[in-house]
């Protein structure tokens, strides 16, 4: 159930005045169910396995007593259609683990990046960047730009990291473009913390196709409407 929220400002002196007009009113109603985490089973086992990865994570690097988690190279794949929540609820468990600042960094424990329409090399090393507040996010070439990435992680504790829209990347290249950029994401995941990729099921047959990086990606959900039982997507295919 929505919690009630006020949509009139009260004033001891002049009584209550009015805030929102009918259109806007809609428009805000809309926003705060949009907002809401719909718990319906897929979702929550989704959570469940995500926080799970992390965990894991973080269990290795606290024994490694390194900034990262060691060992093999760990990560998820979520995907759905628009409108099940699969956004939704990776904005909500990276909430869980708010940045905060240190005298000489900032410390990010989950980051989340969201993939432009044509996310090649270049750019995606350039939106981490941007995600990790770095202020020179477009010099020097992709290779660069995700060395200073990496370095970037370890400085600020990442210890899971987010990819959003994922469809972007295998829906809107061409495959030399994309084949690019799919070594780009598993450069990425060798530095040892997980990644947890999120986008349209039209992204599920590339993973399936690219064996090593769909082999790193394990396991896979499709989140289903909330009418819908959760479906665990074979690991071998």
Known sequence: MLESTPLVHHDDHQGTTPVLNAGDLIEFKIAQFTDQIVQHPALLRCAANMRTLHSSAKHRSSRSGSDVALGP????????????????????????????????RTIIPVLRVELPGQPRANVIAEQLLVALGDPLPKEGSGEFRLERAKKLFRACGVSLIIIDEIQHLTDNLDDRTRNIAADTLKNLMNVGIPVVFIGLPSARS????NQQLGRRCTPRFDCRPSHSAPTRIAESS
């Open 73 to 104: 190279p760990r990560g998820m794949l979520i995907t759905g259609l628009t409108g099940t929540g699969k956004s939704t609820i990776s904005r909500h468990y990276a909430q869980q683990f708010p940045r905060y600042d240190l005298e000489d």
């Open 206 to 209: 590339y993973f399936v196709r």
